[in-house]
């Protein structure tokens, strides 16, 4: 009895060792001192009026940004086990980038990661949205003994919007814009009964939340600028990821030289 005892603890010793072993630390983020972000956030905001504008860079340049976006939404729990506490606090701050390939963030639910090559000084812009047809009202048609209730058909839009411009800030750091908006529909859409020519008539009245973060700020290339704290319809936060690299347009491929055997030679 006291060898089945002693194997038992052994194996609750195991099972308690493996699992302290397997709790990891959040990523690491750091502070961004030089990046400022707003915040604000409501429901039934229009997000059609509030789209990121376009703008065309200020002069001409030989510098151009390739742009990448990881949109990411998870539980609070599991943004909390892998960003830490501050996944669910509005802020800016960065990470290094060999932490893209880890597993813990490739295990993440990622909704989109799409990428925008823009030139310095020009500001462009990711769509990522799904529209919804709902039914506002009714159009009443005919005589008024055949009259005849059209449905009236509006589109309700959901999804992100994100404008981004970037300028070079010195050799290793660029001054990076940004202006994100994410609207949620809430679903199933809300209805409402009204009384149309004394026949009852069922609306759809929906409903969205929509948070805007704008940010500003210095980011060092060799960065990951991570944005924390919009919060999904659930119990649950957006976190993004964006990287920018510097490419020149100014340097042109060597063209190479003739030789003997080329046919312009001979």
Same mark, same amino acid.
């Given at each position: ?25 959040? !990523?690491?983020? =750091? ?6 972000? #707003?915040? $604000?956030?409501?429901? *039934? &905001? ?108 509006? !589109?309700?839009? =959901? ?6 411009? #970037?300028? $070079?800030?010195?050799? *290793? &750091? ?93």
């Amino acid at each position: 009895m006291r060898t089945v005892s002693a194997i038992l603890a052994a194996v609750v010793l195991l099972a308690c060792g493996c699992a302290t072993q397997q709790k990891t630390e959040p !990523v690491k983020l =750091e502070v961004l001192p030089d990046f400022s972000v #707003a915040y $604000s956030g409501g429901l *039934n &905001r229009n997000l059609n009026t509030e789209l990121p504008e376009y703008t065309q860079p200020e002069a001409k340049s030989d510098t151009a940004y390739m742009l990448e976006v990881r949109i990411i939404r998870c539980d609070s729990a599991q943004a909390e086990d892998v960003f830490g506490a501050r996944a669910r606090s509005i802020g800016a701050w960065t990470m290094d980038e060999a932490e893209l390939a880890g597993r813990r963030i490739a295990g993440l639910n990622l909704i989109s990661a799409p990428r925008l090559s823009v030139m310095e000084g020009q500001s462009g812009t990711i769509t990522i949205l799904n529209q919804v047809a709902y039914i506002s009202g009714f159009d009443l048609s005919g005589k008024e003994s055949t009259r005849i209730a059209d449905p009236v058909i509006d !589109v309700m839009q =959901e999804g992100i919007v994100l404008g981004l411009r #970037a300028q $070079s800030s010195d050799e *290793n &750091r660029m001054d990076l814009s940004l202006d994100l908006a994410l609207v949620d529909l809430v679903k199933p859409i809300q209805t409402q009964e009204i009384s149309l020519g004394g026949a009852p008539v069922t609306i759809q009245t929906p409903v969205v939340f929509t948070q805007r973060m704008k940010g500003q700020g210095k980011v060092a290339e060799s960065k990951v600028l991570v944005l924390t704290g919009m919060a999904d319809r659930e119990d649950g936060v957006y976190v993004v990821l964006i990287t920018g690299n510097r490419m020149d347009l100014s340097e042109k491929p060597a063209t190479p030289e003739a030789t003997p055997d080329d046919p312009e030679e001979k």
